[in-house]
C-alpha cells in the first residue's frame, strides 16, 4: 500500500510541476503578452498588472521546483491553491462581466474564452494538488 502511495504522490508531483513549469516558461518567455491577458481582465491598474506580469511566471516556476523538495511541498501546495482561487475569482469576474479574454493560463488563445471549463479546469487542479497534500501528510504520519 504505501508503494502504490509513492506512486500516485510521484504521479501527481510530476503532472503539477510539469503543469507549472511549462506555463511559467510560456509566460516567462512573452511577459508583454502576459501584460496584456492580465490587462484584458480589466481587475487591476497597469502597475500592478505589470508586476503580475513579471512575477507570476517566476512564482509558477518556483512552485513546479518546489514541489519535489520534500521540505516545501506542502508550501508549494499552498501557493497552488491561492493561485487557483485567484485565477478562479478573475475569471468568475470577467465571465460575469460578459469580457472574452484569453485567460493568459498557456499563452493566447484566439479562441472565445470558455468560462465553465476554465474554471472547472482550475479547480480539478486545485484538487489534484488537494491530493499531493493528503498523500505527503500520510507519508509523514504512516
Known amino acids: 500500500m504505501v508503494g502504490a502511495r509513492r506512486l500516485v504522490l510521484l504521479l501527481l508531483c ?20 502576459m501584460l496584456t491577458d492580465i490587462l484584458s481582465y480589466q481587475l487591476v491598474p497597469y502597475r500592478v498588472a505589470w508586476f503580475a ?11 513546479a521546483v518546489a514541489l519535489w523538495i520534500g521540505s516545501l511541498r506542502r508550501e508549494a501546495v499552498c501557493m497552488i491553491w491561492v493561485m487557483m482561487a485567484v485565477f478562479v475569482v478573475a475569471l468568475a469576474l470577467a465571465w460575469g462581466r ?5 485567460c493568459g493560463c498557456f499563452g493566447k488563445s484566439e479562441t472565445e474564452a470558455n468560462y465553465p471549463w476554465l474554471i472547472g479546469r482550475d479547480v480539478l487542479i486545485a484538487l489534484t494538488a488537494g491530493g499531493v497534500y493528503l498523500l505527503d501528510r500520510n507519508k509523514i504520519q504512516g
Not at 53 to 63: D, G, S
Open 14 to 33: 510530476l503532472g503539477l510541476s510539469g503543469l507549472f513549469l511549462y506555463a511559467g516558461v510560456l509566460k516567462l518567455l512573452r511577459p508583454d503578452q
Open 53 to 63: 506580469a513579471l512575477v507570476l511566471p517566476a512564482v509558477e516556476i518556483i512552485t
Open 98 to 102: 460578459g469580457l472574452d479574454i484569453s
